[in-house]
């Protein structure tokens, strides 16, 4: 059975950090991307930071300076390091793995609450 698996969302206050970390299942065949998508109550999904397996990243512009993207290829694994978090970023983060014939996988989402 294909699996995402997503772990490190919570409450954090405005100005702290959080790291989510998102391992996929190795029969999910030739990966070609792992990501971050987000969506907020009422909102579109929208796109967060993506890596490819070559290394190349993407980040929504919102998040750039604040968010990066990491993984190990050879794991199946992508984290995102969120830091300077602000409340318009509160939202349930998506993890994606795209194959390389652009099938997407979805992990089940954890929760990011930023509040004071």
């Known amino acids: 059975q294909v699996q995402l698996v997503e772990s490190g969302g919570g409450l954090v206050q405005p100005g702290g950090s959080l790291r989510l970390s998102c391992t996929a299942s190795?029969?999910?065949?030739?990966?070609?991307?792992m990501g971050w998508y987000r969506q907020a109550p009422g909102k579109q999904r929208e796109l967060v930071a993506t890596k490819t397996s070559g290394g190349i990243t993407n980040y929504a512009d919102s998040v750039k300076g604040r968010f990066t993207i990491s993984g190990d290829n050879a794991k199946n694994t992508v984290y995102l390091q969120m830091n300077s978090l602000k409340p318009e970023d509160t939202a349930e983060y998506l993890c994606?793995?795209?194959?390389?014939?652009?099938?997407?996988?979805w992990g089940q989402g954890t929760q990011v609450t930023v509040s004071s």
């Open positions: 994606n793995a795209r194959t390389a014939l652009r099938y997407d996988y």
């Open positions: 190795s029969n999910i065949f030739r990966i070609s991307a």
